[in-house]
């Protein structure tokens, strides 16, 4: 079948007004989502799933698949503004993002993030059209081995992170694995560390954790360090709301590269959008000619991991449309709206369901599209939320942190954790260790461990099996080599310069 | 602050007035006056949610109220099965439970919360999903009696994937090992798609795993599957023989689904429970839904409240001491 063809009867179907209302209204919920902290992906879609069963499914898949992707749009909107990330691949996004807030330039850091994603999203679009079904070799290619493999560079990508001491981000990404394996062993079902807490059986939620080592905390020493006068300066300071010429020639090279990363890790199943969005920050941090702009308000670190994770979204669906197997927990609740519906996606969902598989693609140009325009004149209405008070921003904020945790698994005591956590997260802030790199260890320890594990059972307790796969070993020789780089003494100078800010 | 807690005060006692008004009529004659919540202890599009919205959209027409499905996820369905044990025993709040939130927790969680057979009153068996053997595509064994012996002869070197402990694949991948009598190593996956995904790629051996899944991948040819774990062969797969016609009679698994209410449910709110579960079962469009999934649905004769019983305590009998010594 001729790619066009293909195309031009996608559109067709995503442009019937019903789906182009399904598509506004998952565009709008997913922006909603993403903006409010802690509400994830996964507790809206399953929220929204029962809805979607008396639509016809091309429709409700549409608008299941904007809520995801459109959250990615707002994800970035709470990281900027109030350091505060509303997904796990907005993290990043936090480090450079805020300081550009704190310099008055939340405008353009929520233009740019919002272009870069728009730019990343009609990228993964053809991709996902014309390579999808070539590119679904690759998740097939990417066994337990592999994904450990991936998962140490990820980590190592951590290290990098860090704009203070390797040694305390090394301490951090540490304790972060050790929050990710609270909860039940996955070979053998044991309880660990979870205290007989019931609701700890299933591990600590990383919107738990994240709301309050970034939400709470940020909260606590904001107003420890009498906020309302930082923040007038903030508002004194804020430019303009578009980027400007040079903003926009400085994001152009870090928006390509992050659309590429972001493709390419996006296919692998399991957090692949979040790997991407930390790997194009450090790909960023290391080209970059000054790289100690890192961290003190660099457009191109925002603009880099947003067009990453937007893209990682995106390529996320070909497992799912080429293959019919979901690689994550948003795509398992999108094959049940399938289910419901009659249609049990399998290989042959592409030849046998061409309205749904084609509609899709194409409603995801049209949703993107329509994410940017309702995005780009937001960002003046968020900007303006910056001149509110804080003594009036901070209790909100708190509510709608609390809400959002609560929301999750609807168990108060996550409420309470995210508590403690925002205790912990103020310790850390005020011994300078970074919160970025515990949430990525946090991420990646759950898919570390389980691939460890799986790789290891497979091979009979062979280790060398990471070795002798070629697509590990590069992996691993990847991450060797950035180690290196911060080890060896005759690079110390140049990893002072890379890895560290001067001491002030 | 003083009228808040008076306001406090109005609306506990608001409350409580409701909660007894709520309390008096809720008679069998007169049941249901509002509608019923129908725990399901899986993430909504799973398939005990897909039979559990199937079968309670028409139960809801047979009883006059709307019937809605409160999704409690988490600990293998142990969660919300706790939830529905302590729930008031009124026929508001029911649960749809499986072969493992009321069978197999018993061995698998010793520290369960809930007995499934002293804190529920069964009300009906709704629908099973059959279980298969899949092996990837290029699995030496050409069917069942070759992958019998080869999995005995190589038991060292296999590897049986699964959807994580206490899931429907990794318990009835456990029942066929100690049928077998081998212990191969067990793969775990977070759930179904990635266990799946590692099948087609090759990356594991085999795995049983329920037919929803399973049927468009064995139709494009991605896996093979070497028998359904049923009586009777599948409508979706004619081609694939039963255990027992394939030599291996005793592994005979399916996942069951079913209704239950907590302990002391009135035994005439069950009876009109039931008699509306057992005229969905028999609806066209309903049956046709289910059959569509790949589900079987139960004789007349296993329909009745004692008949659910006797299943909950054979089944509870049936995996003890299959998943006693894994855990």
Redesign the interface.
Known sequence: MDIFANLAHGFAVALSPINLLMCLIGALVGTLVGVLPGIGTIATV?ML??IT?GLPPVGALIMLAGIYYGAQYGGSTTSILVNIPGEATSVVTAIDGHQMAKQGRAGPALAIAAIGSFFAGCVATILIAVLGAPLTKL???F??AEYFSLMVLGLIFAVVLAKGSVLKAIAMIVFGLLLSMVG??????ASRMAFNI?EL??GLGFATVAMGVFGFAEIIRNLDAGAEMNRDLVQQKITGLMPTRKDLVDSTPPILRGTVLGSILGIL??GGAVIASFAAYTLEKKLAKDPKRFGRGAIEGVAAPESANNAAAQTSFI?LLT?????N?V???????M??H?I??????MQKQPDLVWGMIASMWIGNLMLIIINLPLVGIWVRLLRVPYRLMFPSIVIFCAIGIYSV??APVDVILAGVFGLVGYWLIKHDFEPAPLLLGMVLGPLME?NL??AL??S?GDWSVFLTRPLSAVLLAISFGLLLLTVLPALRAKRDEVFTESEN | MTSLRALATGACAAALASLCAFVAPAKAQNYPTRSITMIVPF????PT??IS?IVTAHMAQTLGQSII?E??V??GGT?AT?RAARAANDGYTLITGHMGTHAASVP?YPKL?YHPEKDFEPIALLAGTPILILARKDFPPKDLKEFVAYVKANAEKV?AAHA???SVSHVSCELLHSILDVKP???????T??A???L??G??DYMCDQI??A???I??G?IKAYAIATPERNPSLPNVPTTTEAGLPAFQAQAWNAMFAPKGTSPAIIASLNAAAIKALDDETVKK?LL??GSVIPAPKDRTPEALATLVKNEIAKWTPVLKPA?
């Open positions: 399953a799933l029962p069963f998740a097939l290619a066994g337990p039940s062993d996955i070979e053998t079902g019931p059986a299933d199943p399991g497992p293959l019919g197997i979901p690689p927990a795509m398992a609740l999108m094959v049940g709206a289910t419901i009659g049990v996606p399998g290989p042959q969902v698994n609807n389980e594990r799986r059972l497979i009979r | 993430a909504a599009g799973g949610d897909v919205r499905i999704n409690v988490g600990a969660t706790t698998l919360a590897n994580g402990v206490g190593v067990g793969v775990p996956f977070n759930g798609g990635p799946m995904n590692a087609v790629a990356q594991v929803v899944n049927v468009p991948q139709n494009a991605t839904r569509e999934l855990t």
